[in-house]
């Protein structure tokens, strides 16, 4: 399937990996590559230095394109920006803020800036800074959420930018995919299906957690200091809605999310940990690698969009 994302990218499939904090390493960005996606390596809260070693090591697995997320509120975010202009990565994508001072050094080094945003403004913005795609993500997603849905946000962006367009929240199989695409979109970007992939590194529990959620297991927490954060419901995020409610204070409730989602990812601590999942996670059933994955979604895509109802 060829579209603007494609070509902007260099694959054969318009299909992205989330940059999932801890989870999308160069294990998972490799073979979502190999696989004829875009893996994306999640910088997340590592040092700078991880993420460049992480970057050669991916490019040690697979000769395919791939890129890195970048977190904007981790303290190196700066450095890590260095680095992706440095080790010449096809394409940067970011999270969580506004990469509009980082974004003349990526274009001078041939990079390819895709910031995800969560509004019209934000796109508006960032296509005017020289952004090449956005991200419109939905608060479907799992992790740092805005508060539109992909239904409503995807087709106001595409109408407000003339760079192509990513729909990202609520998208896990071909059904998703063409629903995007019928509203607008060239490209979708996937995570919590790719947490399950058998190349993840997450923990078993984890998967585990998502493959046995139902529709309605994610809760937001965060929501009255600004920092909405969606997860699959747990003692943490029980204790956390609670003392949220009684009015705790922003310091104290980060207390409990110190380290809660290496805690997650790396030990599988599924009762204090911050197990991040998107509204989809009833949807994901099974482990399989990220070649099934991929070759699933777009061939039911491809029917569909071709009219067909299989
Ligand atoms: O960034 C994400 N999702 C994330 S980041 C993350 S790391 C984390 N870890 C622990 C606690 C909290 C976070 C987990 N999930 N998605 C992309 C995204 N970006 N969603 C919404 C936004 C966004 C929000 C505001 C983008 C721009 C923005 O603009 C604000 C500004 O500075 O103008």
Redo the contacts with the bound molecule.
Sequence with gaps: MKTRITELLGTAYPLIQGGM?WVAECHLAAAVSEAGGFGIIGA??APAQFVREQIRKCREMTDKPFGVNI?L?NPEAETIARVVSEEGVRAVTT????PGRYMADWKAAGVKVIP???SVA?ARMMERAGADSVVA?GME??????SSTTMALVPQVVDAVDIPVIAAGGIGDGRGFAAAFMLGAEGVQMGTRFVVAKESIAHDAYKKKIIAAKDIDSQVTGMSHG?P?RQLRNQMTREYLKLEKEGASFEELEQL?VGA?RRAVMEGDTVNG?L?AGQIAGLVDREQTCREIIGEVMERAESLLQGRRD
């Excluded at 999270?95 to 506004?98: M, Q, R």
């Excluded at 997603?141 to 805005?146: E, L, N, P």
């Design positions: 904090a997340g809260a977190m509120m999270g969580a803020g506004n995800v945003v969560a934000m993500e997603s799992g992790g740092h959420i805005g920092h954060v999310t989602l911050t991040m």
